[in-house]
């Protein structure tokens, strides 16, 4: 009995160290548009989605699985990152100190790199 219940102990601990669920804290919530891509990121409480210009969703990262989530002050601002698997992508904002913009940078598993600066709508 004492393996079955070890054994399960050890099971749930380890699908919450490799999935975790998005909450912004402290980070801004609001909409802010990717012009290159025509794109309108939008940061709620607890979910990030990615729409179109018309408020149609493109991606939804609610019930995605989503490792390394952070928030942490830095010399630039404030910084959320995170890691998507389904995506195979690494997504980096930073909120800097005294504009309302956000920079986006992403780093695919391939080695694309993207970066932009979003204004917020």
């Not at 490799?18 to 801004?28: K, M, N, T």
Request: include cysteine.
């Amino acid at each position: 009995m004492k393996k079955v219940l070890l054994t399960a102990f050890l099971l749930i601990s380890s699908i919450t160290l490799f999935s975790q669920s998005i909450d912004l804290g402290d980070f801004p919530i609001g909409k802010w548009a990717d012009e290159k891509w025509d794109a309108i990121w939008e940061f709620n409480s607890d979910n990030i989605r990615i729409l179109d210009e018309q408020g149609n969703v493109i991606y939804d990262f609610q019930d995605k699985t989503i490792v390394d989530f952070k928030i942490s002050p830095s010399t630039a601002g404030l910084e959320l990152s995170f890691y998507c698997q389904e995506t195979g992508k690494k997504y980096k904002f930073v909120k800097g100190l005294t504009s309302l913009d956000l920079n986006l940078i992403i780093d695919t598993d391939s080695g694309i790199h993207y970066e932009t600066k979003m204004p917020k709508k």
